[in-house]
């Protein structure tokens, strides 16, 4: 059977059927923002990062569930930071979620604004046309209520119906980051001779 192309860029948990990404951590440290001071648990995640599992993600189908193993480079392991990164990341993402709640929102209120505008501005065309006015200035005014009526609705439809499935999918992707599966997995430091075990993001 043929593989298809995010196949062979990613391992997968024969186990759940889950696609994996591995990351590969010099320190617990490196998962976080490095200008970010804040209290452990509530600091941001390194930006390499971020960018690193939005890429991945777009190569993998929305129909596919993550599971992200972190190869730190230390044979020894520290539950309690396990912990906090894992509360970081879902923190991150639930707060990533919220945003683009508020950007689809924002896109479905102003849609509706656009709409009940054109609605006015046709309206008003519908009634003023029934008046046999034959002045230039009246016809201008005719001609500029209906295709403003029309240059609305086409706004309107277009930020619904189009525009909206960028946040709408953004959504399903960040749910399904946020779904992912955590786990660790512990190294060594590799020797000069031997290859990195895991992708850099």
């Given at each position: 059977m043929k593989r298809t192309h995010y196949e062979t860029l990613y391992r997968k948990n024969?186990?759940?059927?889950?696609?994996?990404?591995?990351?590969?951590?010099?320190?617990?440290?490196?998962?976080?923002?490095?200008?970010?001071?804040?209290?452990?648990?509530?600091?941001?995640?390194?930006?390499?990062?971020?960018?690193?599992?939005?890429?991945?993600?777009?190569?993998?189908?929305?129909?596919?569930?993550l599971e992200i193993v972190f190869c730190v480079n230390t044979a020894e392991k520290q539950s309690e930071k396990?912990?906090?990164?894992?509360?970081?990341?879902?923190?991150y993402y639930i707060s990533m979620n919220r945003l683009e709640q508020r950007?689809?929102?924002?896109?479905?209120?102003?849609?509706?604004?656009?709409?009940?505008?054109?609605?006015?501005?046709?309206?008003?065309?519908?009634?003023?046309?029934?008046?046999?006015?034959?002045?230039?200035?009246?016809k201008v005014l005719l001609e500029s209520l209906l295709i403003g009526g029309w240059v609305f609705t086409w706004e309107a439809v277009h930020l619904f119906f189009l525009d909206i499935f960028i946040p709408f999918r953004r959504r399903r992707e960040i749910m399904r980051l946020l779904d992912a599966e955590i786990s660790f997995k512990y190294i060594c430091a590799p020797t000069p001779s031997s290859p990195p075990p895991a992708d850099r993001y």
């Open positions: 024969e186990t759940n059927g889950r696609v994996i990404i591995d990351i590969s951590l010099e320190n617990y440290l490196e998962f976080f923002h490095e200008w970010d001071n804040a209290v452990f648990k509530k600091r941001d995640l390194n930006t390499g990062l971020t960018e690193f599992l939005n890429l991945c993600s777009e190569d993998i189908p929305l129909r596919k569930k396990e912990d906090q990164i894992r509360t970081s990341y879902r923190n950007k689809t929102k924002r896109l479905v209120r102003f849609s509706g604004v656009l709409l009940f505008t054109s609605i006015v501005l046709l309206t008003a065309y519908t009634i003023l046309n029934n008046y046999t006015i034959t002045k230039t200035v009246y």
